[in-house]
């Protein structure tokens, strides 16, 4: 199907352990973003990608890893799991070359650090 | 940086009945875009109107509508007719163009539609 997809969408994963949430879409979007979303702080950025192989942090990125290597997927990788990291993990993806500068939500990820 | 505040953690109104969720936001910028998203209980994130800050005129999506104070630096939504499908969260959120459409956004205001 068209769009925008998260796997796993519930994750349990023990502190220490390294685990990697999968983003893909089908609209060839240019940028893509990761956003956590936790109780009073909305929806923060993470690491967003202007293209493949183009990465850059965002405001939250301490203990996050991400890789580009193919226009289509974005995964973000926890290298060590800790508890803080417990969260609601977005991937979102927008065209370089769009006027509305709407941004395109996957349909999330929760995961749960044990 | 850009800073979003929503200060309305959580709201309440009645069906068919008139809301207004506030939003505020610290820019020094001229050229920007404003956006309020919904997430209902299903966790999903739909766009449901978007302002220019070029732009004088508000806005207005259906029952959707902004009330854009440039100057006051203020971006609130009225949602009019509320139905029981509003029941959600609803965030506010900025952009400055050129900045690899990074947007910020703010804390969220939950709304609950009762009968």
């Known amino acids: 199907d068209a769009g925008i997809t998260q796997s796993p969408r519930y994750k349990i994963t023990e502190t220490g352990r390294q685990v990697t949430l999968m983003c893909h879409q089908t609209?060839?979007?240019?940028?893509m973003f990761w956003y956590r979303q936790d109780l009073g702080h909305g929806l923060r950025l993470i690491y967003y990608?202007?293209?493949?192989?183009?990465?850059d942090k965002g405001e939250v990125p301490d203990g996050y890893v991400v890789s580009r290597s193919k226009t289509e997927n974005f995964p973000l990788t926890l290298e060590s799991a800790t508890r803080s990291q417990t969260s609601v993990y977005f991937c979102?993806?927008?065209?370089?070359?769009?006027?509305?500068?709407?941004?395109?939500f996957g349909p999330g990820t929760r995961l749960t650090v044990t | 940086a850009q800073t979003v505040t929503q200060s309305q953690p959580e709201m309440s109104v009645q069906e068919a009945e008139t809301v207004t969720l506030s939003c505020t936001y610290d820019?020094?910028?001229?050229?920007?875009?404003l956006f309020w998203y919904k997430q209902p209980p299903s966790r999903q994130m739909i766009l449901v109107i978007r302002?220019?800050?070029?732009?004088?005129q508000n806005a207005t999506e259906n029952r959707f509508s902004v009330n854009f104070q440039k100057a006051a630096k203020s971006f609130s939504l009225k949602i009019s007719d509320s139905q029981l499908g509003d029941t959600a969260m609803y965030f506010c959120?900025?952009?400055?163009?050129?900045?690899?459409?990074?947007?910020?956004f703010g804390t969220g205001t939950r709304l609950q539609v009762t009968l």
């Open positions: 990608s202007a293209a493949a192989d183009i990465t």
């Open positions: 302002q220019e800050a070029y732009k004088q």
């Open positions: 820019t020094s910028e001229n050229n920007y875009y």
């Open positions: 959120a900025f952009l400055k163009p050129g900045t690899a459409s990074k947007l910020t």
């Open positions: 979102a993806s927008t065209s370089s070359t769009s006027f509305s500068y709407e941004q395109y």
């Open positions: 609209w060839s979007h240019s940028y």
